[in-house]
Antibody
Framework: QVQLVQSGAEVQRPGASVKVSCKAS????????LHWVRQAPGQGLEWMGF????????SFAQKFQVRLTVTRDTSTNTVYMELSSLRSEDTAVYYC??????????WGPGTLVTVSS | QSALTQPRSVSGSPGQSVTISCTGT?????????VSWYQQHPGKAPKLIIY???ERPSGVPDRFSGSKSGNTASLTISGLQAEDEADYYC??????????FGTGTKVTVL
């Protein structure tokens, strides 16, 4: 079955970077885009961007254009999300999610990133 | 991009129907039939319940239905059940390979 396994929780200092991984299994990795969505504590969902695992092309929300990098490794079916220049407002659960038509059908368990000095 | 606007909360008794609105603009909801809806229980990852405005993934009860008129999409839950108490989010394609979520609605079963 489809599984998205994410890396563990992180604590980072303001100004640092964080890199979260998402390993996909149970389907053909290059056939589905993978998105990143985050949710701050007690807040709503926020779309960050996606990668096309086939060619590696990406698209990001405007607010993340400068700080967000998303890459993939097709040899291990893994996608990486790196967010730089972290601030306290980046404290959130970060989800890796598979794209199906216009929907996001399989969600990873989420990775809690805490930004604190 | 601004978040799509949803009511903060809606409520209904078991068996009743509730409808959640999701208002965007002519650049997102109004321009594409690419609206999806998600159900999220506390402490859990969201679950896809509607995609492409009206389509239900396999396994989602037909009590959940979606529609769209102009710049507003809607999710209707018919025959409300206790397990439907959750947060619900809409999401729309917004052009230029970007997406935007709604502000979220808490559904309470009285």
């Amino acid at each position: 079955q489809v599984q998205l396994v994410q890396s563990g929780a992180e604590v980072q200092r303001p100004g640092a970077s964080v890199k979260v991984s998402c390993k996909a299994s149970g389907y053909t990795f290059t056939n589905y885009y993978l998105h990143w969505v985050r949710q701050a504590p007690g807040q709503g969902l926020e779309w960050m961007g996606f990668i096309n695992p086939s060619g590696g092309s990406t698209s990001f929300a405007q607010k993340f254009q400068v700080r967000l990098t998303v890459t993939r490794d097709t040899s291990t079916n893994t996608v990486y999300m790196e967010l730089s220049s972290l601030r306290s407002e980046d404290t959130a659960v970060y989800y890796c999610v598979r794209n199906y038509n216009s929907g996001l059908d399989y969600w990873g368990p989420g990775t809690l990133v805490t930004v604190s000095s | 991009q601004s978040a799509l606007t949803q009511p903060r909360s809606v409520s209904g008794s078991p068996g009743q129907s509730v409808t959640i609105s999701c208002t965007g603009t002519s650049s997102d909801v109004g321009d594409y039939n690419y609206v999806s809806w998600y159900q999220q229980h506390p402490g859990k990852a969201p679950k896809l319940i509607i995609y492409d405005v009206t389509e239900r993934p396999s396994g989602v009860p037909d009590r959940f239905s979606g529609s769209k008129s102009g710049n507003t999409a809607s999710l209707t839950i018919s025959g409300l059940q206790a397990e439907d108490e959750a947060d619900y989010y809409c999401c729309s394609y917004a052009g230029r390979y970007t997406y935007v979520f709604g502000t979220g609605t808490k559904v309470t079963v009285l």
